[in-house]
């Protein structure tokens, strides 16, 4: 490579901090063009036109007021769910129970509003005691996963699993019976908080509020993560936890604060599932945004700042599938194609990191 | 606002080619013509071929399909969440859908009432009996099938057809529904053997086909030679039934194909009966009604032609069910105890019956427990 000063490259890739910022752009953005490329040709195979489909996505997606807030509104339950695993990734956790967090903190959000509905609480106080709720019941169900994974040596994917599992299987337990609203005979459900007690949109749109939430909540772990001693303690023991813990670094509480945060958010999008969609808990709950949210994580590499973005993203595909599924007759799974493509693709993607030239630190040249 | 329970002989008024066409499901080009073009917009919650629920739907949906000046647009596998409204409403703002048909329970409430409400211009029906035009917004509306009807006439084929006279059941959730099937396969068993069971194995989700797989052994290894179900895709069961030697009666759509050997018949949803009366009445620009239930005696139901499983008694015995159920013969002739002894049906009830709605029990003679 030649020297920076004489390279004819854009004056701000001069600047290594620079040069770090442009990589860790580029290189997801790379996945992604390589992803629709490829996806192009499998639509061709099929005899579809790459064209309209993205086209159709851009409609669906982002075309009209309706599409946008429809994007939005999709992509509200995944920045909280994205977060979910992105925080305990940086410790080095791969998390993978949000989807248990999400339901049996909505669960509980559903189940302390009954009585509180009951007893006439005011709306708000109603909200932020059930919306407490929420987070303290997804965050101390994802705290046993870090405990078991810190104090037994448990592995964490698997346990925050099967941990999902239980959280759907006693959501359904109570839901089903000790707190079903005996009016829900076909489809148990808990007693509807009724529309006085839920979460209105954000004025001027039809988003709910869980979008802000999320937004905010991105805004302050990133700055959490990467701007406080709390974060950088976090990202030194997710590169070599036996270093962090010689370091002296309390490893054990690290885990347990970020298996809190993690937990918490989710929990936090079960509150709004509840309070801003269904009014109620039942099975609906359980609707794999928990799941989305891992891909939503990697594909922002786990930066809170990015999954908003990300989590916009596949809102907007999610958004336009019905679209393509109506205007081009593909099936249901074509969204989810793109999705695992877009996955891989990413994964792959990753071992570009510190292999294109233009990216690297001048000193970094090899004589 | 019209309750309407239609009738075999309207409904042969009302076109010239509606039931010719409900009969083939895959249509005749049809001298109707929609007044003005009209886009309909249909939901599902699982795949078009699903061997089941959804199958059934999307199969009638042909015949919609078929009418001049009428586009149907579909969209499956979406959740009950806010996604169905979403789709439901980018069917409204992107496709210009008139009429939007929502075929999974939990799309009514909340999301098919707000949607109602904020679209007072758009029809949208729903694919249960929750409307109530006390509560809910007039363009708003349900249509249903009692397919526990058909689940009758299974059991009395199931009966004759099995050596041991026990029959399984591979259930989902005890919901009224789904009990009013299990019952409802037990009297038609009683009703030609008296000393006939049914055991039934609750799996607690709609779909969970590992868990269908087990309890199907589980019935079988607990020697019953007849399996039939109500969960959302009835294959696992059926195939797995099928591979241990024993006979099947199917659910909400056609199984045969998945068990050449053992297929006695099955319980069937004859959703084109509605959608071609809609067809029929968006043609001449009438307003839909806003529910429509019904059963065997107005042809909104059907069992499966017999298959390789089906004894001649059987098919005998089965047929003339039928034609009782097409007379409006009760199903429900009390008084009924449930299976812990106590009378939980006081009298005889019409099949329509709203008490029968709200079925909780299990009636004597059903090996099994709802908790």
């Not at chain 1, 248990?100 to 005691?129: E, I, K, Q």
Request: proline share 6%; hydrophobic share 50%.
């Amino acid at each position: 490579m030649e020297q920076a000063q004489s390279a004819p490259m854009p004056r701000l890739l001069a600047n290594p901090r620079w040069k770090a910022v442009a990589e860790t752009v580029a290189i997801p953005v790379i996945a992604l063009v390589t992803a629709a490329i490829v996806f192009s040709g499998f639509l061709l195979f099929l005899g579809k036109n790459p064209l309209q489909f993205f086209a159709l996505v851009w409609q669906g997606g982002f075309g009209s007021a309706f599409s946008l807030q429809n994007t939005l509104q999709r992509a509200a339950p995944l920045i909280l769910t994205g977060l979910a695993f992105a925080i305990p990734a940086i410790i080095g956790l791969t998390m993978i129970g949000a989807e248990g967090a999400l339901v049996l903190g909505g669960f509980a959000a559903a189940a302390l509003a009954v009585p509180l509905v009951a007893a006439g609480s005011p709306p708000m106080l109603m909200l932020v005691l059930t919306a407490g709720m929420a987070m303290c019941t997804g965050a101390a169900l994802i705290m046993i996963v870090g405990w078991l994974r810190h104090g037994r040596q448990v592995n964490e994917t698997i346990a925050s699993l099967l941990l999902t599992y239980i959280a759907i299987a006693t959501m359904n337990f109570f839901v089903e019976g000790l707190l079903r609203d005996p009016a829900s005979a076909n489809k148990p459900s808990t007693v509807p908080i009724g529309k006085d007690y839920m979460i209105g949109p954000i004025p001027g749109t039809e988003v709910h509020w869980g979008f802000a939430a999320g937004l905010v909540l991105a805004v302050l772990l990133w700055l959490l993560m990467s701007r406080t001693t709390f974060g950088f303690a976090a990202r030194v023991t997710g590169g070599n936890p036996r270093a962090a813990q010689a370091q002296g670094l309390p490893v054990g509480m690290l885990i347990l604060a970020c298996s809190a945060i993690s937990g918490a958010c989710a929990g936090l999008a079960g509150f709004y599932e509840v309070t801003a969609i269904h009014g109620q808990a039942n099975a609906s709950l359980v609707a794999g945004f928990g799941f989305t949210g891992i891909l939503v994580s990697f594909l922002a590499r786990h930066n809170p700042l990015a999954i908003v973005i990300v989590a916009i993203l596949f809102g907007a595909i999610e958004a336009s599938g019905g679209l393509i599924q109506r205007r081009m007759d593909l099936p249901d799974a074509t969204a989810a194609v793109l999705q695992g493509l877009i996955f891989v693709i990413l994964l792959a993607s990753e071992t570009l990191q510190g292999r294109i030239a233009l990216f690297q630190p001048a000193s970094d040249k090899r004589a | 606002m019209t309750v309407t329970r239609l009738s075999r002989r309207s409904l042969l008024k009302s076109g010239a080619a509606g039931l010719a066409t409900a009969a083939l499901p895959f249509g005749l080009s049809r001298p109707a013509m929609a007044q003005e073009a009209l886009t309909l917009g249909v939901v599902y919650v699982g795949p078009r071929d699903d061997f089941g629920w959804n199958q059934a739907h999307a199969v009638a949906m042909e015949i919609l399909k078929s009418v001049p000046n009428v586009t149907v647009i579909e969209e499956e596998n979406v959740p009950e969440t806010d996604a169905c409204a979403k789709s439901m409403e980018s069917m409204i703002n992107l496709d210009g859908a008139k009429l939007v048909l929502g075929t999974s329970f939990g799309y009514f409430d909340p999301f098919m009432i707000d949607l109602a409400t904020k679209y007072p211009d758009i029809q949208f029906r729903h694919a249960a009996p929750l409307w109530n035009k006390d509560k809910h917004p007039a363009n708003l509306g349900g249509y249903f099938c009692y397919l526990n009807q058909a689940h009758y006439v299974d059991g009395v084929a199931a009966a004759l057809s099995s050596a041991s006279g026990k029959i399984g059941f591979v259930a989902a959730k005890p919901i009224p529904t789904v009990l009013s099937n299990i019952n409802s396969v037990l009297l038609g068993a009683r009703s030609v053997r008296p000393d006939a069971t049914v055991q039934v194995i609750f799996t607690g989700e709609w779909s969970m086909p590992v868990r269908e797989a087990e309890a199907t052994n589980a019935l079988v290894d607990a020697g019953c030679d007849v399996i039939t179900c109500h969960v959302d895709g009835p294959k696992v069961v059926i195939e797995t039934a099928e591979g241990r030697g024993v006979k099947t009666c199917g659910h909400n759509a056609s199984q045969a194909p998945l068990a050449p050997k053992g297929f006695i018949t099955g319980a069937e949803y004859k959703w084109e009966t509605i959608y071609t009366m809609y067809a029929d009445m968006l043609a001449k620009g009438e307003a839909l009604p806003n529910v429509v239930v019904g059963g065997y005696h107005n042809d909104m139901v059907r069992n499966t032609p017999y298959g390789a499983g089906a004894t001649p008694e059987a098919i005998a015995a089965a047929d003339a069910a039928i034609e009782g159920l097409k007379a409006g013969k009760p199903i429900y002739v009390g008084p009924l105890k449930d299976n812990a002894g106590n009378v939980v049906i006081d009298k005889t009830y019409d099949n329509y019956d709203p008490f029968l709605d709200g079925m909780g029990y299990l009636l004597e003679g059903v090996i099994g427990s709802i908790t």
